[in-house]
């Protein structure tokens, strides 16, 4: 039971176009949600993050959207970068409880490719 | 920075064979994670530790074990390598309570 989705596999952009990378969730219980870039040979590192008591977080280029009700959340790359083509996960946790030891449930990843 | 290293790049091994894989945290964090990435599947938890010679299953245990006897150690074992154990592998560390989880760069195990 995938929890958390990613259903394109794989985005192409032209470079300096906005990227749309989109995630749904089911489990009504996540409250935290991040996402990772990761690029091959090397581990996933943190991008962004947002609270489900927010529903828009920005840093820099990035910003992540966050729809609760429809439990679905995108991130946002304006202007798009070539260095911005990787693999992106999403992913969610019930931040509240602290019995989630911080365990994290990830979508299965969409490819990224930014055309110069 | 926080670092987590893996202690292999690359790891072919046998089909039967028992396999260690290492990491270690220097960050002095008490959460560790194991996880194995397989393309179409994303990241899927296999194990994870909240303290020293604690662990708790993830959600495909199944073939593995692991083993936690210092703070900044998390091992995954391979009790007898088979062929659906090859994939990528990803240890994980965090601060209790912060759900930012710090990567190593990964193991890519090939069982043959």
């Known amino acids: 039971d995938q929890q958390v989705k990613q259903n394109s596999p794989s985005l192409s952009v032209q470079e300096g176009r906005i990227s749309i990378l989109n995630c749904d969730y089911t489990?009504?219980?996540?409250?935290?949600f991040l996402w990772y870039k990761k690029y091959p040979a090397e581990g996933p590192t943190f991008l962004i993050s947002?609270?489900?008591?927010?529903d828009k977080n920005e840093d820099g280029r990035f910003t992540v959207f966050l729809n609760k009700s429809a439990k679905h959340l995108s991130l946002h790359i304006v202007p798009s970068q070539p260095g911005d083509s990787a693999v992106y996960f999403c992913a969610a946790t019930p931040n509240a409880g602290g019995t989630s030891y911080g365990k994290l449930t990830f979508g299965q990843g969409t490819i990224l490719t930014v055309h110069p | 920075d926080v670092k987590v290293t893996q202690s292999s790049r690359y790891l072919v091994k046998r089909t039967g064979e028992k396999v260690f894989l290492e990491c270690v945290q220097d960050m002095d964090h008490e959460n560790m994670f194991w996880y194995r990435q397989d393309p179409g599947l994303g990241l899927r938890l296999i194990y994870f530790s909240y303290d020293v010679k604690m662990k708790e299953k993830g959600d495909i245990p199944e073939g593995y074990s692991v083993s936690r006897e210092k703070k900044e150690r998390f091992s995954l074992i391979l009790e007898s390598a088979s062929t659906n154990q090859t994939s990528m592998y990803l240890c994980?560390?965090?601060?209790?309570?912060?759900?930012?989880?710090?990567f190593g760069a990964g193991t890519r195990l090939s069982v043959l």
């Open positions: 489990n009504s219980m996540f409250d935290y």
């Open positions: 947002i609270s489900s008591i927010k």
């Open positions: 994980a560390s965090s601060l209790p309570g912060l759900n930012i989880q710090y």
